[in-house]
């Protein structure tokens, strides 16, 4: 009797099994992804919700000026990073900008600016 280990063997005859340790791609002019700059944003988001909370539920408001403060940090880190890249490499922003994937990203940068201030996150939901 002869066992088959299914794990090891493709699905079908010439179907490539992805590498454990593949790399992500990386963004199309070699600097830093422009869809990191979703996680500040996400943190801004859920400031804004813990401030919509806080307003009408009564809750404490430590967290939300944690999440603004971490939103405000990942996002100056990532400008930083990014602008500092940018600015080795020519063309690079045009790159970024003008790619069909990556280029919408790029609203995220002036847009997690805005939202992670508690000030504008009040007159301006994000």
């Not at 080795?88 to 990556?102: I, M, N, P, S």
Request: aromatic share 10%; proline share 11%.
């Amino acid at each position: 009797m002869t066992v088959i280990d299914f794990r090891t063997e493709p699905a079908m005859a010439g179907a490539r099994v992805p590498s454990p340790t593949a790399t992500p791609p990386a963004a199309p002019s070699g600097m830093l992804p422009l869809s990191l700059f979703g996680v500040p944003l996400g943190l801004a988001g859920l400031g804004a919700g813990w401030s919509a909370a806080r307003a009408t539920l009564g809750a404490p408001s430590w967290p939300e000026e944690v999440l603004y403060g971490a939103a405000s940090a990942i996002w100056l880190v990532l400008t930083t990073i990014y602008l500092l890249r940018g600015l080795r490499q020519k063309g690079a922003f045009r790159a970024d900008l003008t790619h069909q994937f990556a280029g919408p990203f790029a609203s995220f940068i002036p847009l997690v600016g805005s939202c992670s201030q508690p000030t504008t996150a009040n007159t301006f939901p994000c």
